[in-house]
């Protein structure tokens, strides 16, 4: 199967996917080693200045104009998803991969990963998900954890995860529901469908938006870690809820 790039749309007209990454200052070698310039959106947080963006983006076989975004450096990788969200709603991929700088620490082989997905050799949310299902987000780096017992007694902080219990009733409106487990994306790593992000509004991504577009690192950045799954994928964590 051919190719598609990230500015080219497959046949039918839907660009396959993209590749978002939350950059500041790490060794993103990985991208032009992996032939994934053309699918890539690097966005930067560390000092860069234009005419050194347009120098990367050249260095790392982005096609498009825009293949390196500068945006301020606040709110860790959950501001730069959140704001591409946001920002490209009405015009994303099929399926978006988000990943930061580096991703072997929590994902041995995103580029594999992300490169079989856009030649059409596998679905990366086919494939991963039990029962045949393609859902709508899948973690590709982390584990399985309770969710009621990591916000009793998660292995960080109890401000962190007040915050996460906050946080859930906020966005859900309603509190997180005992029995449950969650996919703690570890790294925030995972690859979410243009439906599953379409399911919730515009409104409601600022709204997430909001928690973390003023502070360098914010508390909220790691809650978003452990909230992932839910945000795009309501239907299988409810599923896994029922008795």
């Known amino acids: ?96 991969f988000f990943a ?19 030649t059409g050799v ?22 399985r954890i309770p969710l009621d017992e990591e916000l009793r007694c998660g292995r960080w902080t109890e401000d962190g995860r007040a915050l996460t219990a906050r946080m859930f009733a906020d966005l859900f409106e309603d509190p997180p529901p005992p029995g449950g487990t969650i996919s703690f994306t570890a790294g925030a790593i995972f690859a979410a469908t243009r439906e599953a992000v379409r399911s919730r509004s515009v409104t409601f991504w600022r709204r997430c938006l909001a928690y973390v577009d003023r502070e360098v690192n914010p508390l909220a950045g790691f809650a978003f870690e452990r909230l992932w799954e839910p945000l795009f994928d309501a239907a299988a964590f409810a599923a896994r809820e029922a008795p």
């Open 122 to 143: 596998e679905d990366a949310l086919l494939v991963r998900s039990p029962g045949g299902r393609r859902r709508g987000m899948v973690g590709l780096g982390g584990w």
């Open 1 to 96: 199967m051919a190719m598609c790039s990230r500015t080219e749309p497959a046949e039918g007209g839907e660009r396959r996917c993209e590749l978002v990454v939350a950059w500041h200052s790490e060794d993103v070698s990985w991208v032009r080693e992996a032939g994934l310039g053309p699918v890539t959106t690097l966005y930067a947080k560390g000092a860069i200045e234009p005419t050194d963006a347009e120098q990367l983006a050249a260095s790392l076989g982005l096609q498009a104009a825009d293949g390196v975004v500068r945006l301020p450096n606040v709110g860790r990788e959950s501001h730069t998803y959140l704001h591409h969200i946001v920002s490209n709603y009405d015009r994303l991929a099929d399926v978006t």
């Open 100 to 118: 930061q700088g580096r991703t072997d620490d929590h994902c041995n082989d995103l580029p594999g990963v992300v490169l079989r997905h856009w």
